[in-house]
């Protein structure tokens, strides 16, 4: 898998300095920065420690099997473009490199959505959509009439966690400002995703 995150820091070389450091036990294969610049830390064949506790799928190690990438943004504002430029240079690589399909390019709050909250609901999921970097539901498909619960896991949100929180992950992802209870809106998007890109059929992929 891909997992992206934000860095929630000052500034990339803040990030790049405590993601370089032993003793914060944090690592990532690659940082870019709001500028474009990026550092690849980890080779992509070694397993950095960006995920931590969580799951996608049948995955509950997601950090020995994904590449991790930070981007320098403090979680309340859009990403910008020279960042999301360079991030649109780098996918195709790692992705053709791993066999990685766009369906298992996820966020951090997707496989862990009771500890985080990133890349949040200012990440341009759909222009990676749109590259074929990622997936947006098509919502022209017609939604199964099914349980938010149980399109949920059968889409990937595996992970042990509040109801509202697996929620919140979600709408962040796919219907970012979406706010009160749980509604039909969210339950057709979610069956969709379940009908498109169930996660089993991605098992055996990195």
Known sequence: ???VHYTAMDSAEAALERLCDPAAEVSAHYLIAADGRAWQMVAEVARAWHAG????GDVTDVNSRSVGIELDNPGDRPFPEPLMTTLEALLPGILRRWSIPPERVIGHSDMAPDRKADPGPHFDWARLARKGLAIWPDAADPA???PFEISARTFGYT????????LHAFRDRFRPGATGPEDATDRALMA???AQWPVAQSRGNA
């Open 53 to 56: 506790a969580g799951a996608w």
């Open 159 to 166: 992970a042990v966690c509040d109801p509202e929180k697996r």
């Open 144 to 146: 199964p009439d099914a």
């Open 192 to 194: 969709r995703l379940a």
């Open 1 to 3: 898998m891909v997992v």
